[in-house]
């Protein structure tokens, strides 16, 4: 069975508070789990391996250390992408892979349309980061991926885990370590893990049928569209895809500014907004 690391520190406990506080803009929403991300990242890299290197100081040679191994990190898309600065801040030498999640409506099953892994991965050490360990369905099925591409040592990177998902990630892949803040309580009719999230504007990559919105470069933003409209209110519509897919944001209403025309994440123009 995999291991479970559950980080109890002061700072973490005061910023998931911050994140589910209703109050909680998109902005400090977004700052917030980087920092909380780099507080398990600092956990999550306590093991890694090093090895002596010769140094000269000021004063004389000496011995110092250097990280003995190849670290990757493999947000899955689009949320995950909020947890990478909290790596890179203390590895900036790692790599970034992307794979994105969406589900499959024939089979209700997570697929991966998206990915650039690094080469050279089968001998990294890899984390995998996504804010919300839910259904576990995303995490299963990009560690399946990974390891197709020749992947084997990983730590799964979550803000906050479900006992259904911990379970699920476990079931799969024994072999994979789990880093987590807290794990909530079980799952409720519509798969969510409460209490939920202050705000929409990033929350868990697991497959779901709400609304994804990207910018004008038609790259991710990585961070969820609003559940409303930001043109009039509306709420999204099911099913609409994500900007590789070039499938318009619209929202349940058809009156003037019934189009999102600006990104959520960045504000640049949408690039679907001349669709209707």
């Known amino acids: 069975m995999s291991t479970l690391i559950v980080v109890d ?3 973490l406990k005061r910023d998931l508070t911050l994140l589910r506080r209703r109050e909680t803009t998109h902005g400090q929403f977004r700052q917030i789990v ?3 991300a780099a507080i398990l990242a600092y956990e999550a890299l306590r093991d890694l391996a090093v090895e002596p290197i010769p140094i000269e100081t000021p004063l004389e040679p000496t011995t110092g250390y250097r990280l003995a191994e190849e670290i990757v990190v493999v947000p899955i898309l689009r949320a995950g992408l909020g947890m ?3 790596f890179v801040r203390f590895v900036p030498e790692a790599r970034i892979g992307h794979l994105g999640m969406q ?3 024939r089979t209700k099953q997570p697929v991966d349309y998206y990915s ?4 050279g991965i089968e001998s990294a050490r890899v984390f995998v980061v996504d804010p919300m360990l839910a259904t576990g369905g995303s995490a299963v099925q990009a560690i399946h991926h990974l390891k197709a591409h020749g992947a084997r040592r990983f730590t799964f990177v979550c803000l906050i885990a479900a006992p259904e998902g911990i379970r699920a990630l476990q079931e799969a892949h024994p072999d994979v370590r789990i880093v987590t803040a807290v794990v909530d309580r079980g799952l409720d009719e519509n798969a969510s893990s409460g209490p939920d999230w202050a705000t929409p504007a990033t929350a868990s990559s697991e497959p ?3 609304a994804n919105h990207a910018c ?3 790259s991710l933003c990585g961070v969820v569209a609003p559940r409303a409209c930001a043109g009039c209110g509306g709420a999204a519509i099911a099913g609409a895809r994500p900007c590789a897919e070039r499938v318009a944001f619209r929202c349940d209403r058809r009156g003037p500014g019934a189009r999102q025309r600006l990104c959520a994440a960045c504000g640049r123009p949408d690039v679907h907004a001349g669709a209707g």
């Open 208 to 210: 779901e049928d709400k």
């Open 9 to 11: 520190h002061p700072l």
């Open 216 to 218: 004008a470069d038609h």
């Open 103 to 105: 589900r499959d409506e």
């Open 116 to 119: 650039n892994i690094p080469g």
């Open 34 to 36: 980087a920092e909380a």
């Open 84 to 86: 990478v600065d909290g």
